[in-house]
């Protein structure tokens, strides 16, 4: 772990090509401040730049993964203050991350928590999370792209019920709406989680990448452009050795070697 004695987030670069993020908050339920937004971006850019490192997984506590922005920082600010200085824009740092983020959600991820985990690419959920967008009972409204994401995840009936209601959603619900990909029992979500991100750790790193980008693609344009989108990124892929490895592999019946480029 390379963390500083009053960081908000843990850092730990396992060598099996994932690195863990874990939001440590625990006072405050991990609410999201700008400290955690700023080390966490801080976090994502050295990781970006680390070839060993091939997923991140981030999560919480058992308790929260994050109980949204930190109330008690915005409560007294101003319009400016929240406009001049673009607040929360720095989450876009998650949300533009090209290696994949796999999310391990227990308790709550409310708000900004639930916000942060649906920037994320593949969301485990605990069977003991809790979802929802519960800004409206604050006199606010989702501020760190629920109302966009949200919506294009599970529908606009869905959506319009929760940011209107603020009301939770369990795990289960979470699921059959389509906002999470897996549920696993609580004590098994960092061993689960870790699995998937290390599965994912293990594949060719830019065609990782490439897949990330293109299914992200399809929340940002038409079917057609994507389809044209997805088609020249696949044709590149045979500029890298892992397709050829890949593929040689498989005919020579044995694992492959990928090298990440
Ligand atoms: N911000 C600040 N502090 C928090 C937050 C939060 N979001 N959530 C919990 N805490 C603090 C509590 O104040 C408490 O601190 P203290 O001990 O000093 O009083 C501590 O964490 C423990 O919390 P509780 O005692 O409330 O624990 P409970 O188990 O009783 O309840 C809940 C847990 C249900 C999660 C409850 O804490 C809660 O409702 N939290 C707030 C949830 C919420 O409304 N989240 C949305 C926040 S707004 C938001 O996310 C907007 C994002 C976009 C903004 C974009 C701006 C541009």
Request: hydrophobic share 50%; proline share 3%.
């Amino acid at each position: 772990s390379d963390t500083a004695a009053d960081a908000t987030i843990l850092v730990d670069r396992r060598d099996d090509g994932v690195a863990v993020i874990t939001l440590n908050r625990p006072k405050a339920l991990n609410a999201l401040n700008l400290q955690v937004m700023r080390e966490v971006a801080a976090a994502l850019a050295e990781l970006e730049g680390d070839a060993s490192i091939g997923c991140v997984l981030l999560t919480g506590s058992e308790r929260a993964f994050a109980a949204g922005a930190d109330i008690k920082e915005m409560a007294e600010a101003s319009y400016m203050d929240m406009y001049l200085p673009d607040w929360f824009a720095g989450w876009d740092a998650v949300a533009n991350f090209r290696k994949p983020i796999v999310a391990a959600v227990a308790g709550y991820a409310l708000g900004g928590g639930c916000e942060l985990a649906m920037m994320c690419d593949v969301l485990i959920a605990a069977d003991t999370a809790t979802f929802g967008q519960p800004e409206i009972k604050l006199g606010i409204i989702p501020g760190m792209g629920g109302s966009q994401r949200l919506t294009r995840a599970v529908g606009k009936p869905k959506a319009m019920d929760l940011v209107l209601t603020g009301r939770n959603l369990g795990a289960e619900e979470a699921e059959r709406a389509g906002l999470v990909s897996r549920i696993v029992p609580a004590d098994d979500l960092l061993e689960e989680a870790g699995k998937v991100a290390a599965t994912i750790a293990a594949m060719s790193l830019p065609t990782v990448m490439i897949a990330k980008e293109s299914v992200a693609r399809a929340f940002e344009t038409t079917l057609a452009e994507g389809v044209r989108f997805e088609r020249r990124v696949f044709h590149s892929l045979f500029a890298t050795e892992d397709q050829k490895e890949g593929m040689a592999a498989f005919i020579e019946k044995r694992k492959p070697n990928f090298v990440g480029r």
